[in-house]
């Protein structure tokens, strides 16, 4: 009797302490939602997405110019690595028995793996010290490299979900492969091909460590991709660590936005898995 | 006609071609990408890689003025506060995959699964802004509290000064839970149900069932906690925000330290010497090597796990997309 009683005492604090686990990792994300949402309210106003960073010293200023950077850099991330992360998914999904389809999913995963700052020293090597010039181009190609495998992966997945007799409906109407993935398959996984590209965003918005030596920062307003650009998780980064009051202010609002970013993505992201999957059946 | 339908076969089978010739072109590419890094910093890190040697690894100055580069004390750093954040997020991961997966009641799983995910989805520079400001002085009021009788363990020695090894391993262990705790809950779920229902017929308890389950499932549970601790390994921004930056080998966890990837992040842009330039790539062509190690295995242990599976109902995209990511 006593033995059960034991048992159940043991079982009981096992599932305490399941509860408490969650708990645990809640905390710190309402801590976290809290302090940014108090702190980057406060200096969030329309002069942070309309003007310029103050010079040192001086209150106010915004970051428009970093706001425009970050859109640009993640723009050219996206314009390289959606073509590269669709194509190869439809090479994986198409010929999954072949060797170079495992090897290529096993280098999307080793990809998704590496640190973010090792990418950011390699697109130095290859696309900043050869050119002798820090780039938005080099930003953009950071992130995009960062981008593909996350890409690559959820198109696979979701490109197997598509019932396969609508790919042998057509093939069985005459058209080439060719014509069936690309106009009954894709069109058909297009859902599921966004949330994929809008998770990859979500990832890659908030980097700041591929940035840090490719793109660089840039305190004035440019368009110029082959000039360093400022961003926000750069500019933050800068600002963090500053003495000024007011810069560390920008700081926390420069934070909020980037999580408001952050979750529309994957917030997004989200409904579009939710609504694919009632449309599945799941 | 034979004729025709001979010539329409060939069409056809000549666009299959041009299909799989264009698109593995993509694939490749991206093999070529990961293959390229590899080499890229091996060539870039060429001075340092023949100057210092198996050195390298095994001394401890760093003295950019003197062109004298040791890496232990970062290696040091990146290890240990990794493993700390192991410890520490470890067992809460698994605590989480259960409850989310075994105990859960359903209408609280998918709001606790979302809340969970919004944890792995800030980013990294908003940890570590948030780290500044509230953990850091959190961890100061610690280690003012310390008392002295604790203060003469070694792990526990030093000035209260907020930055440090444990600030670093808290954020890390914050930031890798959702990771580790949402793979090893796909990995429970493949668990088939006749495991526990197994364990109930004989009579188990809550616990000892999920003990069953838990033991079936060893593989997996270890790879996604490895998962998290590959995450830990290459954090780079808020751990170099809170850790102090201090190129010091120290089991205490109130010592400012440094990691691979924070010195990369601080210190590359000012690199004057080819030498010094050379130093970091080399660093960041370890931190590559030990992290593809890393996630290598716990993939292998998760496939394992997740590959077999026996449950009835396929996965949903959610779970096949948390995999994917």
Redesign the interface.
Known sequence: VNSTRL??I??N???S??????L???T??A??FF??VQ?GIQALNLDFFTNMPAPVGESGGGMANAIVGTLIITGLGSLFAI??GV??A???S??KASR??T??R?????????????????V???AV?PVKQFSALAGGLALG?MM???I???T???LL?VPSTMKEGALAL?A????A?FSVVLPAALP?II??IL?AL??I?????PL??TA?NNRFFSTVVTQPMGTL?VQ??TY??SAYKDQ?RQ??AG?LV??SI??TC?LLA?LA??R??RM?G? | MPQTSFR?RR??LS??A???W???A??????L??V??GA??T??SMLSIRKFGLDFWVTRTWDPVQDQFGALPFIWGTLYSSVLALLMAG??????A???SE?SPQRLRQP?V??????A??????????G???LVPFVRQLELLTPDWLKSIPLFAGPPVGNGMLAASLILA?MV??FS?SVAREVLKSVPISQREGAYALGA????A?KAVLFYARTGIIGAVMLGF??A?????AVT?VIGNNPLISTSLFAPQHTM?AV??NE??EAASELYLDA??EI?LV??II??I???MS?ILIWGMTRTRKSPK?A???A??A???
């Open positions: 048992r159940k043991k079982s604090l096992f599932v302490f399941c509860v408490l686990s969650v645990l990792a809640l710190p994300l801590f976290i302090f940014v702190q073509p590269i194509l190869s439809v090479y994986v198409e010929y170079l389809a090897a290529t096993f280098a999307a995963d080793t990809l998704n793996g590496v640190p973010s700052i090792v990418i950011g020293v390699f130095y090597a290859v010290l490299i593909i495998p996350i690559t992966r959820t696979e997945e979701l979900l005459g080439t492969r060719a014509r993935v599921g949330t994929g998770l979500a990832r918005a908030g980097e700041t460590a840090l030596f660089l998780t933050v980064f963090a660590t560390q700081a926390w934070a980037l999580v952050v979750l994957s989200r898995t939710r694919l999957e599945r799941f | 329409t069409r056809l666009a299959d041009a299909l799989k264009s698109t593995s993509f694939a490749a590419l991206i093999l990408i990961v390229s890094i890229e910093l060539r870039e067992p809460v991961a698994i605590g989480i259960v409850f989310l105990l606790l979302f809340l969970t995910e919004l944890l989805a800030i980013p990294s520079i908003v940890y570590g802004l948030w500044i400001y509230t914050i839970i959702p705790a308890t809550r616990f000892e999920i590959g995450r390994l290459g954090e780079t921004m925000m990837a990369i992040a590359f842009s970091l790539v960041g931190l590559f992290t593809m890393v996630n290598s993939r396929p949903t995209p959610s096949r997309i995999e994917a990511v």
